[in-house]
């Protein structure tokens, strides 16, 4: 996506729209992470685009390299949650529910998660005088030139969705046709791409996933001690049988979540816990694709999260920011995509309007 000029014209998008505001780099990491959701579907490969890509732009322009880690890894945690996040699919397999339920379901889950972020940057940013990254407001002439350019970047995830819909390839299959459509637009919409790019392509794809995978297995490797000595489904048993009131069932759900989400990777997590977790919540009510939605932010907050966060590895392995710096960073950025869990959490008929509605 790098060198098919597509992360080039969604950040130009991104720019136009919100750059004027105080932090305005900031702001557009989180868009911009909201915008590749759709593309990448991975909080790692987003969490280290970005660390590529903008996060030397913000330091550049005066930012603090710990906070601009904790924005990067923050923001990623959104990708997960738009269609279509890999950890989407991955739920509605284990819970046997329609894909594209889910796929609906996340889109105000992942708007409410960029607003909060948003929100407390103004707040950061505006005590700390970052300034915007353009001196005025976009003309709408502009905004629709950048939006024109952007228009075949983001017909990619609108063209995976519609292909599984149609039933033209299976989830498995997109992310393949993804790299295809990616390579299509490079070569013949930006003309950017080039065939000597890929052996540079190659080079960077193995040296920025070599580190993070390293990491990957480690926390995996714990995450097999504990399922071996079965901590997670002991733990989840004892919660079932602590409470049948559904409103304490699942802040307890939560909280387990959440420390999971810390220590073992997004898809092994949901893997080991959706089976465990879900008959308890179907029993007291709780509609499956909510208990979804919640299941899956839960994890990916867990993500940006000490001690294991794989999205906090990623971004402070490729930044070379201390852990310590990072969690100073990030604290306020947890507490708002905290509460967007709690509203998401107790508000089903929030996250089931589109799916109703469609």
Not at 197 to 221: C, D, N, P, R
Not at 321 to 327: E, G
Request: proline content about 6%; overall charge positive.
């Amino acid at each position: 996506m790098n060198y098919a000029g597509i992360s080039r014209s969604l950040l130009a998008f991104a720019d136009s729209l919100i750059g004027h505001k105080t932090g305005g780099l900031a702001h557009v990491n989180v868009a911009l992470s909201t915008l590749m959701g759709g593309i990448s579907g991975s909080a790692n490969a987003d969490a280290a685009m970005q660390s590529k890509i903008l996060a030397p732009e913000m330091t550049k322009r005066g930012y603090d390299l710990p906070f601009t880690a904790a924005v990067t890894a923050a923001s990623s945690s959104i990708s997960p949650v738009i269609p279509p996040g890999i950890n989407l699919i991955i739920y509605a397999l284990l819970a046997n529910v329609s894909v594209h339920q889910m796929f609906i379901a996340g889109y105000v889950p992942a708007f409410m998660m960029a607003l909060s972020l948003m929100v407390t940057i103004a707040f950061i940013a505006k005590r700390r005088n970052y300034k915007p990254s353009r001196s005025e407001p976009a003309s709408g002439k502009e905004r629709f030139r950048y939006f024109a350019q952007a228009i075949p970047a983001l017909f990619i995830p609108f063209g995976i969705i519609l292909g599984m819909r149609f039933g033209l390839f299976t989830p498995t299959e997109a992310g393949a046709i993804a790299v295809l459509l990616c390579s299509i637009i490079g070569f013949f919409i930006y003309r950017e791409l080039k065939p000597y790019h890929f052996k540079y392509i190659l080079k960077e794809t193995v040296q920025g996933t070599g580190s993070v995978m390293f990491i990957i297995i480690g926390a995996m490797v714990f995450g097999y001690y504990m399922t071996l000595e079965q901590i997670p489904q002991s733990v989840a048993s004892a919660l079932i049988e602590l409470t049948d009131n559904k409103l304490v069932l699942l802040l307890l759900i939560n909280v387990l979540l959440l420390v999971v989400g810390m220590f073992i990777e997004g898809g092994a997590a949901m893997i080991i816990l959706t089976p465990l977790l879900l008959p308890a919540v179907l029993n007291l009510g709780v509609n499956p694709v909510h208990f979804g939605i919640i299941v899956i932010v839960n994890i990916m907050i867990g993500g940006v999260t000490p001690p294991f966060g794989s999205m906090m590895f990623t971004v402070c392995s490729i930044l070379k920011v201390k852990m310590v710096d990072f969690v100073r960073e990030v604290l306020p950025l947890l507490f708002a995509l905290l509460t967007v869990l709690m509203i998401l959490t107790y508000s089903e008929s929030l996250v089931m309007f589109l799916p109703n509605l469609l």
